[in-house]
């Protein structure tokens, strides 16, 4: 079998996957909230996200930033040659497949870094009371982080397509929720982020490959929708977003010279069953509740 071949039979196997979770609904509504506001209950509800800016300071974010950068030039100098995908200490690193045209290190080909919540500066933000307790009144007392990921936004990179997230998360129970923190600037110019206000009310929709030559594995698109509502959110260094995981987002391409970059963590309430096989990208901690009390186990 042709190299393109098994890429082929891959995104097939992948998309079949996906569109397992078509037509699931999560109908939850927020109410009587101890933490949130009545503006951000509402706009939950209505829209589902919430936007709280300058929830980080730009230090915090900097740090984060840097703290990636070097986790990535450590991971790839102890790889044996230039992959599409990268595995050491725990971390998953995955490379730009349509790079920038300038390219000085390493961090500047790749795309996203998976499973750094399990310690440092990553795991202290999961753990911050203020982040906790408006998931609490989402989730309930108990909440798992099951998923981290940052991701580089380098010039040229192509933004991801219309999608949902739950359509990754083939979970017992919804909704999970998204925590984005901004720890860049994020423009039209650059690739922000794109939303589709009360979408998270719909369905999960088919979701097809993405037919752009040299797309990023995984990228998946919704194209049985109208999407004329949409609404790009231009965040500032340390604003957070919280998002549903039934909503639908996209982002831009980034046609400028600068990076943007966002940390981004998916919460679940303990106990949620992923089925017989979990993703290779998920690592599910205990940050609220019963489940500090016990070792996590999932069983099907």
């Given at each position: 079998?042709?190299?393109?071949?098994?890429?082929?039979?891959?995104?097939?196997?992948?998309?079949?996957?996906?569109?397992?979770?078509?037509?699931?609904?999560?109908?939850?509504i927020?109410?009587?909230?101890?933490?949130?506001?009545?503006?951000?209950?509402?706009?939950?509800?209505e829209?589902?996200?919430?936007?709280i800016?300058?929830?980080?300071?730009?230090?915090?974010?900097?740090?984060?930033?840097?703290?990636?950068?070097?986790?990535?030039?450590?991971?790839?100098?102890?790889?044996?040659?230039f992959?599409?995908?990268?595995?050491?200490?725990?971390?998953?690193?995955?490379?730009?497949?349509?790079?920038?045209?300038?390219?000085?290190?390493?961090?500047?080909?790749?795309?996203?870094?998976?499973?750094?919540?399990?310690?440092?500066?990553?795991?202290?933000?999961?753990?911050?009371?203020?982040?906790?307790?408006?998931?609490?009144?989402?989730?309930?007392?108990?909440?798992?982080?099951?998923?981290?990921?940052?991701?580089?936004?380098?010039?040229?990179?192509?933004?991801?397509?219309?999608?949902?997230?739950?359509?990754?998360?083939?979970?017992?129970?919804s909704?999970?929720?998204?925590?984005?923190?901004?720890?860049?600037?994020?423009?039209?110019?650059?690739?922000?982020?794109?939303?589709?206000?009360?979408?998270?009310?719909?369905?999960?929709?088919?979701?097809?490959?993405?037919?752009?030559?040299?797309?990023?594995?995984?990228?998946?698109?919704?194209?049985?929708?109208?999407?004329?509502?949409?609404?790009?959110l231009?965040?500032?260094?340390?604003?957070?977003?919280?998002?549903?995981?039934?909503?639908?987002?996209?982002?831009?391409?980034?046609?400028?010279?600068?990076?943007?970059?966002?940390?981004?963590?998916?919460?679940?309430?303990?106990?949620?069953?992923?089925?017989?096989?979990?993703?290779?990208?998920?690592?599910?901690?205990?940050?609220?509740?019963?489940?500090?009390?016990?070792?996590?186990?999932?069983?099907?």
């Open positions: 079998m042709s190299k393109e071949e098994q890429n082929n039979s891959s995104t097939e196997e992948f998309i079949n996957r996906i569109n397992k979770q078509k037509g699931r609904t999560s109908p939850q927020v109410s009587k909230s101890k933490y949130l506001s009545a503006h951000q209950e509402k706009s939950w509800n829209n589902g996200f919430i936007l800016p300058h929830f980080s300071s730009d230090d915090k974010c900097e740090e984060i930033n840097q703290t990636v950068i070097d986790i990535v030039r450590s991971m790839v100098k102890k790889a044996e040659k992959n599409h995908a990268y595995i050491d200490q725990g971390h998953i690193g995955i490379r730009e497949m349509k790079p920038s045209e300038k390219v000085e290190n390493i961090e500047d080909e790749m795309s996203k870094v998976f499973r750094l919540h399990q310690k440092g500066i990553f795991n202290e933000f999961i753990k911050r009371e203020d982040l906790l307790n408006v998931i609490e009144d989402i989730l309930g007392e108990n909440i798992d982080c099951f998923l981290s990921q940052f991701i580089f936004k380098n010039p040229g990179a192509w933004g991801q397509p219309w999608h949902q997230d739950s359509s990754y998360f083939p979970f017992d129970r909704p999970q929720v998204g925590a984005w923190l901004a720890t860049s600037p994020a423009t039209k110019e650059n690739g922000c982020l794109v939303v589709l206000p009360g979408s998270q009310k719909e369905p999960i929709h088919e979701h097809l490959p993405d037919e752009r030559p040299g797309s990023n594995y995984g990228y998946t698109e919704i194209k049985d929708h109208n999407f004329e509502k949409e609404i790009p231009l965040l500032d260094t340390g604003d957070l977003l919280l998002f549903h995981s039934f909503l639908m987002h996209k982002s831009y391409d980034n046609k400028s010279n600068r990076r943007r970059t966002a940390m981004v963590y998916h919460f679940a309430e303990t106990g949620t069953r992923f089925g017989d096989i979990d993703s290779p990208t998920n690592e599910w901690i205990s940050v609220r509740g019963k489940g500090l009390a016990t070792t996590y186990k999932n069983s099907t």
